[in-house]
């Protein structure tokens, strides 16, 4: 079972990044899957979830700039972020949700510039 992130980069303040998220070892479509982050100096924290229903739900500070989204056909997840701030500087990670696996990956780094 594995989950690798990527699409990360810098961008500056108002950007836009997409980042993608590839399962391999099991089905996505009967997954509960998130994206998290950490900021540096800060713990880890939920972004998004998806459910195998479909049923999403978003941290409070994406306030409608993120979307997350799932490919059942590729068996992988995205998350859209528009509107990025610096403080939206972090590596971004995808897991298994609401109990993540304790395999988080590398992750991907997204850098905002102000």
């Known amino acids: 079972v594995q989950l690798q992130a990527s699409g990360g980069g810098l961008v500056q303040a108002g ?3 997409r980042l993608s998220c590839a399962a391999s070892g099991f089905d996505i479509s009967i997954e509960p899957l998130a994206w998290y982050r950490r900021a540096p100096g800060k713990q880890r ?3 998004a979830q ?3 229903g479909g049923t999403i739900g978003y ?3 994406v306030n409608g700039r993120f979307t997350i989204s799932r490919d059942n056909a590729k068996n992988a997840v995205y998350l859209q972020m528009n509107n990025l701030k610096p403080e939206d500087t972090a590596v971004y990670y ?3 949700f609401p ?3 304790k ?3 590398q992750g991907t780094q ?3 510039s102000s």
């Open 103 to 105: 395999n988080w990956g």
């Open 15 to 17: 950007g836009s990044l």
């Open 99 to 101: 109990i993540p696996s």
């Open 110 to 112: 997204v850098t905002v």
């Open 45 to 47: 924290e939920l972004v």
């Open 50 to 52: 998806i459910n195998s």
């Open 59 to 61: 941290a409070v500070f």
């Open 94 to 96: 995808c897991n298994n």
